[in-house]
């Protein structure tokens, strides 16, 4: 149990590390990291604060609205 942790917690740190430091247009840019402890639990809940967007793709993609190739594409890019 304590290796999973242990492996989940390196993977979750190399996320945001590399979240950090990338400074890009087309990638969300982490703002902040707020760790809130659980009580009676080793681990607590992390969040990633990221910038505001105006919508998301699972939004996009469930409207009624039909995609063209150039949508998709440029979802893809």
Same mark, same amino acid.
């Not at 659980?38 to 409207?63: A, Q, W, Y």
């Given at each position: ?10 993977? *979750?740190?190399?996320? %945001? $590390? %590399?979240?950090?430091? &990338?400074?890009? @247009?087309? $990638? *969300?840019?982490?703002? @902040?990291? +707020?760790? *809130?402890?659980?009580?009676?639990? $080793? %681990?607590? @809940? =992390?969040?990633? +604060? &990221?910038? =505001?967007?105006?919508? @998301? =793709? ?10 063209? %190739? ?5 979802? =893809?890019?």
């Amino acid at each position: 149990m304590f290796l999973l942790l242990k492996v989940d917690a390196k993977r *979750v740190l190399r996320e %945001i $590390i %590399i979240m950090k430091n &990338c400074k890009h @247009d087309n $990638i *969300v840019s982490l703002q @902040d990291v +707020v760790y *809130v402890p659980r009580k009676g639990r $080793i %681990i607590g @809940d =992390l969040f990633l +604060v &990221c910038d =505001l967007m105006e919508t @998301d =793709l699972n939004r996009v993609l469930r409207s009624n609205q039909n995609l063209l %190739i150039d949508h998709k594409q440029y979802f =893809l890019y």
